[in-house]
T-cell receptor, first 115, second 112 residues
């Protein structure tokens, strides 16, 4: 199957700093990438959908100025958590799909801890 | 918003027993998918069942879909300790452009 990587796998940062998470499709071109957040023992919540070369579409309740998403190429999307706070501590998972209606392939996730 | 609801939320069984997890959803769908997640890890795609399919098998996995009841079940037969994980259903709703909506998940523990 198609492979999606995320970097870093784990990050600890101080409150107020910004953190960038990369999501890469290694062996396919991801026209669409999705970003999810998962709190402990909870399900995945879709944060935003991004199509290559265009602005991301954010789900209700997700602040676009706080969670900056860039999908500049068909193999890379980045999520930047700006001015991170402890409540942003979570597991962030991305996925990529080759197109509308295509299967999503998930990355291994990034665990963010904000102190 | 979460579309899928899963039950049970947690399930503990002995190795060798079968495990059944259920998922209900609210809107019409293109397909329903089941994923597995080991603690603190990413998702592993298990099986996809389309809206015009009623049952699908993959190894020890059996998935059913009842669109009239808007529900699906995942059966793991002859469970193993290594099956211990969380299992999520996710729906790909019509007109949603392959956006997935995940259920709350079932935490399965298989005791050796």
């Amino acid at each position: 199957g198609a492979v999606v990587s995320q970097h870093p796998s784990r990050v600890i940062c101080k409150s107020g700093t910004s953190v960038k998470i990369e999501c890469r499709s290694l062996d396919f071109q991801a026209t669409t990438m999705f970003w999810y957040r998962q709190f402990p023992k909870q399900s995945l919540m879709l944060m935003a959908t991004s199509n290559e070369g265009s602005k991301a579409t954010y789900e209700q309740g997700v602040e676009k100025d706080k969670f900056l998403i860039n999908h500049a190429s068909l193999t890379l999307s980045t999520l930047t958590v700006t001015s991170a706070h402890p409540e942003d501590s979570s597991f962030y998972i991305c996925s990529g799909a080759q197109g509308a209606g295509e299967t999503q392939y998930f990355g291994p996730g990034t665990r963010l801890l904000v102190l | 918003s979460q579309q899928g609801e899963e039950d049970p939320q947690a399930l503990s069984i002995q190795e060798g027993e079968n495990a059944t997890m259920n998922c209900s959803y609210k809107t019409s769908i293109n397909n329903l998918q089941w994923y597995r997640q080991n603690s603190g890890r990413g998702l592993v795609h298990l099986i996809l069942i389309r809206s015009n399919e009623r049952e699908k098998h993959s190894g020890r996995l059996r998935v059913t879909l009842d669109t009239s009841k808007k529900s699906s079940s995942l059966l793991i037969t002859a469970s193993r300790a290594a099956d211990t994980a969380s299992y999520f259903c996710a729906t790909d709703a019509s007109n949603a452009g392959n956006m997935l909506t995940f259920g709350g998940g079932t935490r399965l523990m298989v005791k050796p």
